[in-house]
């Protein structure tokens, strides 16, 4: 009588792996590993005039390529950060010449109203996403609009600063 109990103990748990292995096997997947690379231009400026009624624009590039190895698609999504500079903050980033400072932003659109960041503080921080099949590549290209306000009165020289772009996905 106990070895009865027993077997089919022992085949319920069969059972059971039978049916664990059925059911994770119809939920594999084909692995896809995405790697994705960002390149940005810098955003020049030019000689400021400090005597302008309209400040200083100018435009650079980034761009975002994600290529897809392994077998069958999957979806990349990713959001693009830039750091704050070497003014430490989002609401105003600074040029630096020695002890001079020029303040300036980056936005998202010419119309300078959102600015680049990370997301938090009142900055936005520019994401998209898309599906693709291993051995293809996403691209996603924009724009970051400088912009540094009129009548800042600071001495002659070059002025710079260093803001870092990080793609997370």
Avoid: E
């Avoid at 005597?51 to 994600?66: D, E």
């Avoid at 020029?102 to 599906?131: E, F």
């Avoid at 002659?156 to 870092?164: K, N």
Wanted: aromatic share 10%; net charge positive.
């Amino acid at each position: 009588m106990i070895a009865h109990p027993m077997r089919i103990q022992g085949s319920w748990r069969a059972a059971m792996l039978m049916l664990g292995m059925m059911v994770c096997g119809s939920f594999v997947r084909a692995a896809v590993v995405f790697t994705c690379s960002v390149t940005a231009s810098g955003v020049s400026f030019g000689t400021y005039n400090p005597l302008s009624p309209t400040g200083a624009a100018a435009v650079g590039s980034w761009t975002v390529i994600c290529t897809a190895v392994g077998s069958g698609s999957a979806t990349v999504a990713g959001t693009l950060y830039l750091s704050t500079g070497s003014s430490g903050q989002y609401a105003t980033r600074t040029l630096v010449s020695g002890t001079n400072k020029l303040d300036y932003n980056i936005y998202l659109t010419p119309a300078y109203a959102q600015i680049v960041g990370n997301g938090t503080a009142g900055t936005y921080a520019p994401s998209a996403s898309g599906t693709v099949t291993a051995g293809q590549v996403y691209q996603v290209s924009g724009n970051f609009y400088g912009f540094m306000p009129a009548g800042q009165d600071s001495a002659a020289g070059g002025y710079s600063d260093t803001l870092v772009v990080t793609v997370t996905y």
